[in-house]
């Protein structure tokens, strides 16, 4: 079982890549380039993630490496 640094809803997130930010949980999170999203079907990419999708997450100095994208409360 994966455990998460944070749980939280995206609120908002910029995939163009001189920028490439997230807000989940009210909290701005930069995307790695090797960033992994994770799915109960397996790895998957970015396309996966939008506003309003429950994730948790792994990160490193607001640089997020893992998104689990997890069922609706």
């Known amino acids: 079982a994966a455990v998460f640094d944070r749980v ?4 908002w997130m910029d995939t163009k890549q001189s920028t490439n930010n997230i807000v989940i949980g009210d909290r701005s999170y930069t995307v790695g380039s090797t960033v992994r999203v994770h799915t109960p079907q397996g ?3 970015m396309s996966a993630l939008r506003p309003g999708v429950r994730v948790g997450l ?7 490496t893992d998104v ?3 069922p609706a409360e």
């Open 43 to 45: 790895t998957t990419g």
């Open 68 to 70: 689990w994208v997890l």
């Open 58 to 64: 792994r990160s490193a100095n607001q640089l997020l």
């Open 8 to 11: 939280g809803t995206i609120d």
